[in-house]
């Protein structure tokens, strides 16, 4: 059988982090793309040669070559820039979706059967860049974004409760920023609905650190963005299209009829397996939800608006 293989495009930190995660979880062997020369050529050797230490069986390597990316599974997009303190993920679009554009071209070039995960912000619009630039049928294009939110609705969960993050079930649904929609009555500790466990007014706060999670880090960070969490949710993804796992996870996917969205990538939660996309489950959502979840579409919407002003000036 022919070892998966993963292209991560973008040897940044998030996508140091995609190639960590996915070599020490022995997920496949990974090629590391940058436009920097030597930077990725030398983290993937620093990463080979960690192997021997922690025991994990992943080949490496690092170049500015598409060639050496031919014949991958998967292919993760992080390569752009990313916000500074202050900054909105729309500020980045012109940049990010020349960037996205030429990287889709190149690598698909090379591997016509992958599926492609985008990370780039702002996100919604580069997964839109990514399938035109790609002409990938809807379900081998997808978005990483709700595993990043639900990660942070967990955490903050877990720490108010003081419980293990591994019972909790976050949910949530709508576009990666601060108009997403988190789901608190469909959000679970051991099955038990978090709004049992959590007064109201609290799990108000708790949702509203979760929209606005990425600036808190950007904040502390000052010079970047997270990448830890989003780099595990994208592996998270990669491993169940490799494995054809099926897990349902919230990403952002196509959907057209689904929601009544009229066809744009946004956060709902998907059957990921070996096609990709397998499957858009769709969530009962009452009149509150519905309306921030529109909201969330139309953003979403400006935002292609916006990216295709940019591709026509090409
Ligand atoms: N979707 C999410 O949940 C999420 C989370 C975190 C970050 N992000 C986004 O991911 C992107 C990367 O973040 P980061 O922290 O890794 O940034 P980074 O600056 O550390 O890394 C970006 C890398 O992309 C490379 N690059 C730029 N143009 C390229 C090209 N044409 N070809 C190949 N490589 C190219 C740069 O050289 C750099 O190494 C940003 O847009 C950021 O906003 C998204």
């Known amino acids: ?35 920097i020369e030597g930077m990725p050529q030398g983290k993937a050797l620093d990463l080979y040669q960690a192997a021997p230490i922690e025991g994990y069986d992943a080949k490496l390597i690092g170049t500015n070559s598409y060639e050496d990316t031919a014949g991958s599974d998967v292919i993760i997009i992080t390569s752009g820039i990313p916000r500074k303190p202050g900054m909105s993920r729309d500020e980045l679009l012109e940049t990010n979706v020349k960037i996205v554009w030429d990287v889709t071209k190149k690598s698909v070039e090379h591997s ?9 912000n702002p996100l919604d619009a580069m997964v839109y860049t990514a399938w035109k630039a790609s002409g990938f049928p809807t379900n081998r294009v997808v978005g990483q974004a709700g595993m990043l939110d639900i990660a942070r609705f967990a955490a903050f969960i877990s720490m108010e409760i003081g419980c293990s993050v591994k019972d909790i079930r976050a949910m949530l649904l709508g576009g990666h ?48 963005s997270a990448y830890y969490a989003p780099s595990a949710g994208t592996i998270a993804m990669a491993a169940s299209i490799i494995y054809d796992q099926k897990r349902i996870l919230p990403c952002a ?9 009229g066809g744009y990538f946004v956060g709902t939660p998907t ?6 996309v397998e499957r858009v489950i769709e969530v009962e959502l ?13 953003h979403v919407k400006q935002l292609c608006a916006e990216t295709e002003k940019v591709l026509s000036k090409r």
């Open 286 to 298: 009452n009149a509150r939800e519905k309306d921030m979840f529109a909201g969330s579409v139309k």
């Open 177 to 224: 920023g601060d108009d997403m929609v988190p789901l608190p009555r469909y959000t679970t500790v051991c099955g038990i609905p978090v709004t049992q466990l959590i007064p109201a007014g609290k799990l108000d706060e708790i949702v509203t650190r979760t929209r606005n999670g990425g600036a808190e880090i950007v904040r502390l960070l000052k010079t970047g």
């Open 112 to 120: 016509p059967n992958a599926v492609l995960i985008v990370v780039t």
């Open 271 to 276: 059957m990921l397996g070996a096609n990709g």
């Open 1 to 35: 059988m022919k070892r998966p293989k993963i292209t991560v495009i973008g040897a940044g930190h998030v996508g140091e982090m995609c190639a960590q995660y996915a070599a020490t979880k022995e997920v496949a062997d990974v090629v590391l793309v940058d436009v």
């Open 253 to 261: 996917a196509y959907c057209d009829k689904e929601y009544d969205v």
